[in-house]
């Protein structure tokens, strides 16, 4: 490893935005451990590991791996996750529990399997890919909005409480990017018998759109090379198009009652 590397953990890497950031990182002189439930062969010489963030033991062998191999981890990207779409009211127990165990307790594991060991060198950086819909309620995407939402809070706090120890806790904020996320995206059983039928079809269609259009995963990729490479990095950074970034400042500055409108009529289409 030269001087300079870093040792660096990153879920969810067997593709998308994950892959982008294990091979863009490998390219520039990382360390890198790409981290998924299937083991891939990368370019750049990622090193494959295998991992379910749902399962508390695959958590903890792989970091153990990491550690017994490295003897440290510098930086924890927390990338792994998917989502479902449905309506709030469609969405079963079950399915909402298995979003939220991969996009929020996932990362809460694999957070607490590395915290000891970098609280031990003093040092670390944890980064947690949320997503804009963790800024911005979507329609029809509810449960895996609210999975990112709490990975903001949770950042947040995380933040606070790992600062004296020397660990940085920052969140990337993708907007819409062209990867396999848009396929895998599962729609609730429900859906296809719901009342909410035609709304949610229309409002599918014009996020499949986005996505389709969005950006390359590697926007994300070097928006991470330069938290890595800032010295005291702040707690948020957006990736993605401009537009996208506008919509969360309207957020902040109008009233709720004036930016629903233009979220819901976004996602209607044409309807």
């Given at each position: 490893m030269r001087s300079g590397s870093k040792v660096v953990l990153i879920t969810g890497a067997a593709s998308g935005i994950g892959r982008a950031c294990a091979e863009h990182l490998a390219a520039r002189g990382h360390l890198v451990y790409g981290a998924d439930r299937e083991l891939v062969e990368y370019g750049r010489a990622v090193r494959p590991l295998f991992v379910d963030v749902d399962d508390d033991v695959a958590v903890h062998t792989a970091v153990n791996r990491v550690l017994e191999e490295q003897g440290r981890i510098d930086v924890l990207v927390n990338n792994a996750g998917?989502?479902?779409?449905?309506?709030?009211?469609?969405?079963?127990?079950?399915?909402?529990?298995?979003?939220?165990?991969?996009?929020?307790?996932?990362?809460?594991?694999?957070?607490?399997?590395?915290?000891?060991?970098?609280?031990?060198?003093?040092?670390?950086?944890?980064?947690?890919?949320?997503?804009?819909?963790?800024?911005?309620?979507?329609?029809?995407?509810?449960?895996?909005?609210a999975s990112k939402f709490a990975l903001e809070g949770l950042s947040e706090a995380l933040r606070m409480e790992v600062e004296p120890f020397g660990i940085e806790v920052v969140l990337i904020e993708p907007a819409d990017c062209r990867t396999g996320f848009t396929a895998a995206r599962r729609q609730v059983e429900a859906a296809a018998t719901s009342v909410y039928r035609d709304d949610f079809a229309a409002s599918l269609a014009v996020i499949e759109a986005d996505e389709d259009h969005g950006a390359d995963p590697r926007v994300v990729a070097r928006r991470l090379d330069q938290v890595m490479n800032t010295a005291s990095p702040r707690l948020r950074y957006m990736a993605g198009a401009p537009t996208e970034r506008l919509a969360v400042l309207l957020k902040r500055i109008l009233p709720y009652r004036w930016f629903a409108p233009i979220i819901h009529g976004h996602y209607r289409g044409s309807r």
């Open positions: 998917f989502g479902i779409a449905g309506a709030i009211e469609d969405s079963s127990m079950e399915e909402s529990r298995a979003q939220m165990e991969t996009n929020f307790f996932g990362p809460l594991r694999m957070i607490q399997a590395v915290l000891p060991h970098m609280r031990a060198q003093g040092s670390g950086l944890i980064v947690n890919v949320a997503s804009i819909g963790g800024l911005i309620a979507l329609p029809y995407q509810g449960v895996y909005s």
